[in-house]
């Protein structure tokens, strides 16, 4: 299956099973049977924005907001490197109160507290060309940005006004600054059809994604969309096996969303073409006051219990959770050829 036709014919007119196990299998073959583990800590749910799906949008006063120290940032960090984790994520709203020196400084002190051998990605949203360039050369990895749909008039209406070009402009910079660069898209929009899900997929082909996260939008009850239906884990685990057949080298998540959604969600992902797996390290002080969508899961665990609770989970679908940096094969491929090309 080489041409983009092709796997999206294949896509068409495949069960849901067989789709995942031809997913399961490329992605065997690339990265064995190994499930990467990330940490994820959300260190503020202040929000500028107001997307219409997101339950720490800007107009909703019935969140709790908070912010971490740098030092409490450093502390969760050093425990989870304790436990063994070796690439963090740090995500938030759109909050200026971080601004890029105390961002870059944050990363420089992940880095250090780690002996430099701690991935760091960031996932805070858009910022100018000029301020990534600023975290890179602080030591930042990888950034999480992901499109949400490639519907430019929904993506419009959902991001209140925020066009898609200029979030696909944001990513661009990333990739071209040398970011390992994550993106990705929420399946069951209301406004979506196959089309725009099939299009989502060929989008995250099109950008040549080292990560793409995708996960079910779940209506939360405080935002605009609270009427949405909701759809079914199926189709999350349709458009993972899709993207792992359009991207095989890229690193996909088994969301926690999908998790939420079903109980056996993640592992649902996991069994169609996901390797990766990124528990909440946080204090459960903070986790639950991030609530992106209802009923979400892990919120009263710590990140210790969810390790554990994963590592079963992993081994009764007969994979691995591996404790590497877990670099995405098609960013470390790019950068090999371009050293190639160098010489
Ligand atoms: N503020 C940054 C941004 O928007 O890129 C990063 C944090 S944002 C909360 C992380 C992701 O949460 C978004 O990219 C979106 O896909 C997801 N999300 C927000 N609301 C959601 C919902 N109701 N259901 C599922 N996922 C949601
Ligand atoms: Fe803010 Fe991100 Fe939520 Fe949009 S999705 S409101 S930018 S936290
Ligand atoms: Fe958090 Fe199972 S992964 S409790």
New binding site residues.
């Given amino acids: 299956m080489k041409c983009l036709k092709d796997i999206i014919n294949f896509y068409k007119n495949t069960s849901t099973d067989d789709l995942a196990k031809t997913a399961d299998n490329i992605c065997t073959i690339n990265y064995g049977k190994n499930i990467f583990i990330r940490g994820l800590l959300e260190f503020s749910n202040y929000?500028n924005?107001n997307?219409l799906?997101?339950?720490?949008r800007k107009d909703n006063k019935k969140v709790n907001r908070y912010r971490m120290s740098i030092e409490d940032i450093i502390k969760t960090v050093k425990k989870g490197y304790q436990s063994g984790i070796k690439t963090f994520v740090l995500?938030?709203?759109?909050d200026h109160y971080y601004t890029i020196e105390k961002l870059c400084l944050i990363i420089k002190k992940i880095k250090e507290s780690t002996n430099f051998n701690a991935a760091v990605t960031l996932?805070?949203?858009i910022k100018t060309r000029k301020q990534y360039l600023e975290l890179k050369k602080a030591g930042c990895d990888r950034y999480?940005?992901?499109f949400?749909t490639s519907d430019e008039k929904l993506h419009k209406y959902l991001r209140n006004g925020v066009t898609l070009k200029k979030r696909i402009n944001a990513i661009m910079d990333l990739k071209d600054l040398g970011f390992e660069t994550g993106s990705?898209?929420?399946v069951g929009l209301p406004g979506e059809n196959e089309t725009t899900r099939i299009n989502n997929a060929l989008l995250c082909k099109k950008l040549e994604l080292d990560m793409v996260?995708i996960?079910?939008?779940?209506?939360?009850n405080d935002?605009p969309l609270k009427e949405s239906i909701q759809e079914n884990i199926e189709l999350v685990v349709r458009a993972t096996s899709l993207v792992r057949l359009l991207l095989p080298y890229a690193n996909i998540p088994a969301t926690t969303?999908s998790g939420t959604l079903d109980k056996i969600g993640r592992e649902k992902m996991l069994k169609a073409g996901a390797n990766v797996l990124m528990p909440n390290i946080n204090d459960e002080k903070y986790k639950k006051n991030y609530l992106?969508?209802p009923g979400k899961i892990c919120i009263e665990e710590s990140g210790s219990q969810c390790l554990s609770c994963l590592n079963k989970r992993v081994s009764d679908i007969s994979k691995n959770i591996v404790m590497d940096r877990g670099d995405s094969l098609s960013f470390l491929n790019k950068n090999k050829s371009l050293v190639k090309e160098k010489i």
């Avoid at 996960?215 to 939360?220: E, N, R, S, T």
């Fill in positions: 929000c924005m997307c799906y997101c339950g720490i995500q938030s709203g759109e996932s805070c949203g999480l940005l992901r949400e990705g898209y929420m996260g996960g079910p939008f779940i209506p939360h935002t969303a992106l969508y």
